[in-house]
């Protein structure tokens, strides 16, 4: 059984580049058959839909829409691809930027009702209530994974980090629909709250890695060089 770690944080966080970083780095040691995907993924169903779609201004519909959308998008994901990879190669490591984790919070934070036909949906299929569900049971039923994840890497640079991201990204003329500050906080506090309460709900206590130390001192490459090298040995020395 090969091995799976999700890749989370805000928008801006860095784990896009930070997963393609690591992919390249246990490629070239030749000692594992690494895998790399992100969600939305684009060889997925609903891709273009909902890259459409989250341009637009959310309301409430299009929220539940695209979140949906991401929903099985990433289902089809695990059944195309990541659960014949883990199943049929011992030595794979499967890297995937974003997890259903995101998909909770972007939906809560737009007010969506997707959480909650979630845990409906779980609660049906394992008889489980909402305050007993952690994420193992969660990734297992609704993305149909034949595997929990090793492990969850949870990227957190300061909010000032993330806020000067936006504010490039803006002044680039390469904005996005959640780069507004308030946004930012808000994602930023969502995200602080989703690592508390999962923490507390694994049954594995090292499932969820959470990378806030950062030195305002130094610069953006050395801090993210020290998390890199965190993310990777706990990648290649971690059991299932």
Known sequence: MGKLFFFEGPDGS???IMSKHLFDIIREQREYFPYLFALPNKSAFGYDKIKELSNRTHNKVITDAVQSLYLINMIETFE?????I?????????????????TF?????????????????????????????DFDIISKVITHSIVAPTNIFFI??????LIKHSEDRINSGNAELNDKIETVKQTYEFYQQAYNWYSKKAKNPNE????????????????????SETILNTILYSKI
Request: glycine share 4%; charged share 30%; proline share 4%.
């Open 156 to 161: 957190m640079p300061p909010l000032e980090i």
């Open 105 to 133: 919070i972007y939906n809560t934070k737009d007010n969506g009702v997707l959480e909650q036909i979630c845990i409906d949906y779980i609660h049906k299929k394992t008889g489980e209530k909402y305050g007993d569900i």
């Open 80 to 84: 195309e691809n990541v659960n014949d």
């Open 208 to 227: 969820f890695v959470m990378l806030d130390d950062w030195d305002l001192s130094k610069s953006e490459e050395k801090n993210y060089s020290k998390m």
């Open 14 to 16: 860095g784990k896009t």
């Open 86 to 102: 883990l199943d049929k190669y011992p030595n794979s490591i499967v890297l995937i930027d974003r997890s259903l984790i995101s």
